[in-house]
C-alpha cells in the first residue's frame, strides 16, 4: 500500500479481511463453511488491539478510520486486564463496527513498560501517521524469550508484541445469517466442524437481557518467526455476535464489558 495514497474504506476493510485470513487458516475455514451453507456473511465488528503509548494508542489508531467517517461511540473498562476500549461506528450500519483496545502501560511493570519502549522506537514515524498500520502487523524485532516473559504477566501484552496491528478478530454478524438463528446452532455447526470454543464464563456470553450475546473460537496456534527461532503461538479467533432490538426495529449497536471480558481470553496460551 502506498502510504501517501488513502484507499478506499471498502478496500481498507478487504486489506484487513485478507491480512486476518490469511494468517488464520481455521478463520478463513469457518467463513467457507457459512458460504458453502449458502451464507452472505456480514461482519458485526473487526476488532484491534494496541498499547496506550502516545503513540500507538486508541487515539492515534482511530484517525486511520475516522477519516472514513467512522465516529468513536461507547467506552469500555477491564480493570482486572488493565484495558481501555471504545469502539467507533459508520453511519452506514452494514459497515462493521470497530472495536480498538489498549493495554494501559502506566498500571503495567517496568518490564512491560520498558519492553513496549523499545519496540515502539523501531516504528518509523510515516507508518504510524499511515493507514499501512492497520495491517502491518508486527513492525518490529524481539524475541521469543521477551513474549513468554510478557505473558506471564499480560496475555493481552504478548499477543500485541507478537502479532502488532492488525485485525486481532473479525466477528460474524448472526442477525444477518438465514440458515442460523441463535448462537446455540452456530456454535454447534463450529464445534461438529472440528473448531473449539472459548468455554470462559460459559460459551456464551450475554443474555438477551444484555441486548448482545456473542461467542468466539479460541485462536488456533501459528508459527511465528522471533529472533531466537520459530515458536507455536496462538494468532486470532473468530467471533459470533447477535444483538437484540433496543425499540421497534433498532439493534443495540454497543458492547458489553463483561462479556468482552472472557473474549479476550480467547487468545491466552494453552496449559498456562
Ligand atoms: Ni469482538
Redesign the pocket.
Known amino acids: 500500500m502506498n502510504q501517501n495514497k488513502t484507499q478506499s474504506l471498502a478496500q481498507l476493510l478487504d486489506l484487513m479481511w485478507k491480512d486476518y485470513s490469511t494468517l488464520n487458516p481455521a478463520a478463513l475455514k469457518i467463513h467457507q463453511l457459512f458460504v458453502n451453507s449458502g451464507e452472505k456473511v456480514i461482519n458485526?465488528?473487526v476488532?484491534y488491539r494496541t498499547f496506550n503509548h502516545p503513540k500507538l494508542g486508541i487515539k492515534s489508531l482511530s484517525r486511520q478510520i475516522e477519516k472514513h467517517g467512522y465516529i468513536a461511540k461507547g467506552e469500555y473498562f477491564f480493570k482486572e486486564k488493565r484495558l481501555y476500549a471504545q469502539h467507533f461506528e459508520h453511519h452506514d450500519l452494514s459497515l462493521p463496527k470497530i472495536?480498538i483496545s489498549e493495554l494501559e502501560l502506566e498500571k503495567m511493570d517496568s518490564f512491560v513498560q520498558q519492553e513496549v519502549e523499545k519496540m515502539v522506537e523501531q516504528i518509523p514515524n510515516s507508518l504510524i501517521e499511515s493507514e499501512r498500520i492497520l495491517v502491518c502487523g508486527r513492525p518490529w524485532t524481539m524475541t521469543h524469550q521477551v513474549y513468554s516473559k510478557l505473558a506471564a504477566t499480560s496475555e493481552y501484552a504478548s499477543w500485541v508484541s507478537a502479532f502488532g496491528f492488525r485485525p486481532?478478530?473479525f466477528?460474524v454478524n448472526v442477525n444477518a445469517l438465514t440458515q442460523f438463528k441463535d448462537l446455540e446452532s452456530i456454535n454447534q455447526f463450529v464445534k461438529k466442524n472440528g473448531f473449539a470454543l472459548n468455554q470462559a464464563g460459559g460459551e456464551i456470553k450475554g443474555t438477551p437481557a444484555d441486548l448482545l450475546e456473542?461467542s468466539?473460537t479460541m485462536a488456533e496456534e501459528v508459527t511465528v518467526q522471533f529472533e531466537d527461532g520459530s515458536f507455536k503461538i496462538p494468532a486470532c479467533y473468530y467471533?459470533f455476535?447477535r444483538r437484540y432490538e433496543i425499540s421497534k426495529g433498532i439493534l443495540y449497536q454497543g458492547?458489553i464489558a463483561k462479556s468482552?471480558d472472557k473474549?479476550f481470553e480467547s487468545t491466552n496460551r494453552k496449559n498456562q
Do not use: G, K, P, V
Request: aromatic share 14%.
Open positions: 458485526d465488528h476488532a472495536f486481532n478478530h466477528t456473542q468466539s467471533e455476535a458492547f468482552a473474549i
